[in-house]
């Protein structure tokens, strides 16, 4: 399975999150889909690009998102000069192990 490619205002959610939150992809994209900005690996800096997800599970205090990058890009699409995110992409967060992932590609 491909995958959808994920755009502006996708729904991410964190495994130790109590909320999902929309994904803002960084300001001045110019690959666009369906009039959205599209999304790349490296849309998950934290509060920039993905915010808070609630009550973190782990630490039961009010989440403080953090990931690196996006897995499982798709490698032959760039944008921006990075693998296209993907709906079936994840990240890590290092604080609270949680895992976050793509509930909704947002087109």
């Known amino acids: 399975m491909g995958g959808s490619y994920v755009v502006n205002g996708a729904k ?3 495994s130790m999150g109590s909320v999902e939150v929309p994904l803002r992809t ?3 994209r110019s690959v666009k889909l369906r009039g959205k900005d599209r999304a790349n690996i490296a849309d998950c800096i ?3 690009n993905v915010g808070p997800f609630g009550v973190c599970k782990t630490t039961t205090m009010p989440c403080v998102p953090a990931c690196a990058m996006w897995l499982n890009g798709k490698n032959d699409v760039l944008v921006n000069g990075m ?3 993907l ?3 994840k990240a890590i967060c290092p604080v609270g192990a949680g895992i976050l992932k793509i509930e909704d590609d947002g087109q």
């Open 12 to 14: 991410v959610s964190c």
């Open 26 to 28: 960084t300001p001045g």
């Open 46 to 48: 934290p509060l920039v």
């Open 87 to 89: 709906d079936k992409s």
């Open 83 to 85: 693998p296209a995110l």
